[in-house]
């Protein structure tokens, strides 16, 4: 029974470090979420930066290839923009994809734990059964014993009587 206890917690320390890496992967989606999101922070702050300044050009005389300029500015951002809102949406998959296979890995462990701990309750069971057996037997003998001591001192004593001692 033990060495099936040992096999078993082997593939449940396996399920469990499985569980860790997804874990690790999840942790590092999330940091990359974020950044993501923070690049996308700076981006909408940096177009409306941007796009005042664009404004504030119609109160002074500039040329076209100024405007021009300007507008490719903001387009350029907006390119970069809509590259991260894109980035962000396949880390968010794969941070979905991630959580998916981590609450799998989580039921496979729990599952497992639950196993382990049944075939420990067996094994306690079965121990306590053949130490149960083992005290019974040593109960028994020790009965016997007794019996045959009583029925020794019975004879002697009985013998002991007819002689008249």
Same mark, same amino acid.
Do not use: C
């Given at each position: 029974?033990?060495?099936?206890?040992?096999?078993?917690?082997?593939?449940?320390?396996?399920?469990?470090?499985?569980?860790?890496?997804? %874990?690790?992967?999840?942790?590092?989606?999330?940091?990359?979420?974020?950044?993501?999101?923070?690049?996308?922070?700076?981006?909408?702050?940096?177009?409306?930066?941007?796009?005042?300044?664009?404004?504030?050009?119609?109160?002074?005389?500039?040329?076209?290839?100024?405007?021009?300029? %300007? !507008?490719?500015?903001?387009?350029?951002?907006?390119?970069?923009?809509?590259?991260?809102?894109?980035?962000?949406? &396949?880390?968010?998959?794969?941070?979905?994809?991630?959580?998916?296979?981590?609450?799998?890995? =989580?039921? &496979?462990? !729990? *599952?497992?734990?639950?196993? @382990?701990?049944?075939?420990?309750?067996?094994?306690?069971?079965?121990?306590?059964?053949?130490?149960?057996?083992? *005290?019974?037997?040593?109960?028994?003998? !020790? =009965? @016997?014993?007794?019996?045959? &001591?009583?029925?020794?001192?019975?004879?002697?004593?009985?013998?002991?009587?007819?002689?008249?001692?």
């Amino acid at each position: 029974m033990y060495p099936r206890i040992q096999r078993f917690n082997r593939i449940l320390r396996l399920r469990e470090n499985y569980r860790k890496e997804e %874990q690790v992967i999840l942790a590092e989606e999330r940091r990359e979420e974020d950044v993501v999101l923070q690049k996308l922070d700076s981006l909408g702050k940096e177009k409306n930066g941007a796009v005042d300044t664009f404004r504030g050009e119609a109160e002074r005389t500039v040329s076209l290839q100024e405007i021009w300029l %300007q !507008r490719q500015t903001i387009d350029v951002i907006d390119k970069y923009i809509d590259k991260s809102r894109e980035n962000l949406s &396949d880390v968010r998959r794969r941070i979905t994809g991630t959580e998916m296979r981590l609450l799998e890995r =989580h039921r &496979d462990v !729990r *599952l497992m734990e639950t196993y @382990v701990d049944h075939l420990k309750t067996d094994a306690e069971e079965e121990l306590l059964g053949v130490e149960q057996l083992e *005290l019974d037997d040593v109960g028994v003998t !020790r =009965h @016997v014993r007794s019996l045959i &001591d009583v029925a020794r001192i019975n004879a002697a004593y009985s013998r002991n009587k007819k002689e008249g001692v």
